[in-house]
């Protein structure tokens, strides 16, 4: 068998291992885990047109992030078959797969070495830590800046195995670098990757080669400070940065330790992973954790440094440079660390395993079968814990009761699972998850938001209230409590309080639609009109490419005589929802009452095609509201 065929029969045994190790997630659902805010609600991904693919490329910030090409990715997803999860998951699968091979040609060039290249490849492919970003419709981010990232590093590698000369695969590898920045901007990292490539292939680093960094650097520069700004939109950030600088360095000094054992041996693989309790426990693993991580630092550089040849230094430098931004050094959100920010990083440590292993292997008194038999019951391990954490993803159900087995004292899995619950309308078991939470944490805003919901669920609306209020005593500017307290005021009767409320909502975040849409609600309600017909305008103006902004002024317009603007923004929402039953009702309705029966009893068969009125002759009894 020449080496081509070795390559191939390589490649489709990584491919082989990889689909049946990560399969269980082509049969999971959806989980509230940020599916809702990325996919689900998400108005830029839900209609193809050239004003929501520029809204896609123009929109720096949705949920924290910059990321237009996966936008576009569930875009593509959503017009082959909507909200059906399979062909999301199907994607990350495949993705996942394309990355497994391109790790193989990536360390296939790298280290010139089948074994080396697909072993690592295989583990890569199977590793449970690398579950998340494929069973998570969210993690759709991480495997595709993976794809681009490995792309571009690949070509990177056949550059600098030909002397640098090859200008042609420099523009390619700039090109899929900015491609992987689009998808997501931990691809910053790749530009130092190429540095290491540099160090391992030159004899030295001249002027050129450094010079010829500088669009990838620009282009790492300019996406670095886009996902600041992004990240600072939500309030992620900020939730950190009360972190002392010491217990900053302690965490990233924890999660570092907690990286490296997991790349060995797989464990408390979970969706969440809160910051540890501090005790005398977490602070020996963090100290040693910190000194782990500078240990292996300088020992790899110098040993690097000494001869560039070493993929085992390269390998651990790799993955220090590519865990070192995730790493909570600049504190982010609750979780100290999160399985999917290993996804390219562990790239490195596995090649550095195999190199070691193939020396082993290699050593006098050593039994090359024994080892080989400890690989292949380790790689079938690896699969089959993948496999079964695979199946937690299924639905927040099985998802935070995971994190609950792991984590017995995290709240937020108490909610968040607590929220299913309610969801499906298990408001018994969704009480007790609460009750649980507000053991264990009874300063959770989070908790106090979600408590309320479901006692407006229950009706409860005087709880609910309380519920509201007792976040609100937590943080004053709580939008979400503030914004639900007032549509309770509003289920009470109480209109001057829920207007009152929303307006607050106003203050805190001028571009929160929601708030306005309410507000002009209770103004229709009371009476001021004007003051409806300003607020509608402000959604129009901030959420132009959703269509309830246009729907509830076109119905006001409609109720206040205005034919032609009530027909104008109607047009306008049937074109950002052309199958929604009752945009083209009241269609019907205006086209009516401007006499013009045809497009009338056009819009009638449409809106009784869709489930609204059956008959054109109903049209004169259609003046109810029926927003």
């Not at 009152?500 to 571009?511: A, G, I, K, P, Y």
Request: hydrophobic share 50%; with cysteine; glycine share 6%.
């Amino acid at each position: 068998m020449n080496g081509r065929q070795r390559s191939i029969g390589a490649v489709a045994l990584i491919l082989v291992c990889t689909i049946a190790a990560m399969f269980p997630t082509l049969l999971n659902g959806w989980t509230s885990w940020d599916d809702k805010v990325y996919v689900l609600d998400n108005a830029l991904i839900q209609h193809l047109s050239w004003a929501n693919l520029k809204a896609i490329f123009t929109t720096l910030e949705v949920n924290g992030t910059y990321s237009p090409l996966v936008l576009l990715s569930w875009a593509a997803n959503y017009w082959i078959e909507g909200n059906s999860p399979f062909g999301y998951h199907l994607l990350n699968l495949l993705l996942h797969a394309a990355n497994a091979v391109l790790v193989f040609l990536f360390v296939r060039r790298l280290s010139e070495s089948l074994t080396v290249a697909t072993l690592a490849a295989l583990l890569f492919g199977i590793h449970p830590m690398n579950v998340e970003p494929v069973a998570w419709i969210t993690g759709r981010k991480d495997v595709l800046y993976a794809f681009f990232s490995l792309l571009s590093l690949t070509t990177y590698v056949k550059y600098a195995q030909q002397g640098f000369k090859n200008r042609s695969l420099v523009f390619w590898s700039c090109l899929f670098l900015l491609f992987a920045l689009l998808s997501k901007a931990t691809a910053v990292v790749v530009p130092i990757w190429m540095l290491l490539i540099d160090l391992r292939f030159a004899d030295r680093l001249n002027k050129k080669i450094l010079l010829q960094k500088l669009p990838f650097l620009s282009l790492a520069g300019v996406f670095g400070l886009l996902a600041i700004y992004a990240q600072q939109q939500t309030p992620a950030l900020s939730t950190a940065i009360d972190r002392s600088f010491l217990h900053s360095i302690l965490s990233a000094g924890y999660s570092h330790l907690m990286y490296f054992l997991k790349a060995l041996f797989p464990f408390q693989l979970a969706a969440f992973h809160p910051y540890p309790k501090e005790g005398i426990t977490t602070d020996l693993l963090s100290w040693f954790g910190l000194i782990l991580w500078l240990g292996t630092a300088f020992a790899s550089a110098f040993w690097f440094s000494k001869n560039k040849r070493s993929l085992t230094a390269f390998g651990v430098l790799f993955f220090l440079i590519g865990i070192f931004p995730v790493s909570q050094i600049i504190p982010v959100g609750e979780a100290v660390l999160a399985d999917r920010y290993a996804y390219l990083p562990y790239i490195g440590l596995f090649v550095a395993s195999v190199v070691f292993l193939e020396r082993l292997m290699n050593r006098n008194g050593i039994k090359p079968m024994l080892i080989q038999v400890t690989i292949l019951g380790y790689a079938f391990w690896l699969g089959f814990s993948s496999f079964q954490t695979a199946r937690t993803w299924e639905n927040d159900d099985t998802l935070w009761t995971n994190v609950m087995r792991i984590y017995p004292d995290c709240a937020k899995a108490y909610v968040n699972r607590g929220s299913y619950c309610a969801n499906r309308n298990e408001t018994e078991l969704a009480l007790l998850d609460m009750e649980k939470a507000l053991s264990l944490n009874p300063n959770m805003l989070e908790l106090h938001q979600q408590l309320g919901l479901l006692y407006q669920r229950l009706e409860r609306f005087d709880d609910a209230e309380r519920s509201f209020t007792n976040a609100l005593k937590l943080d004053p500017t709580y939008e979400p409590a503030l914004l639900n307290r007032a549509l309770n005021f509003a289920y009470l009767g109480n209109l001057e309080k829920a207007i009152t409320d929303l307006t607050l909502v106003t203050v805190v975040n001028e571009s929160n639609s929601l708030a306005y849409l309410n507000r002009g609600v209770l103004y229709e309600q009371v009476g001021a009109m004007n003051l409806a017909m300003a607020d509608y305008t402000k959604v129009v103006e901030l959420k132009p490419l959703e269509h309830e902004g246009f729907q509830y002024r076109a119905v006001l317009n409609f109720r206040t005589g205005d034919l032609n603007q009530a027909l104008q923004d109607a047009l306008k929402w049937e074109d950002l929802r052309p199958k929604d039953a009752k945009a083209q009702r009241w269609l019907a309705r205006i086209y009516f009452k401007l006499d013009d029966l045809e497009l009338a009893r056009t819009h009638a068969r449409r809106a009784a095609e869709l489930g609204g009125p059956l008959e054109p002759q109903e049209l004169e009894q259609l003046g109810t509201d029926q927003r």
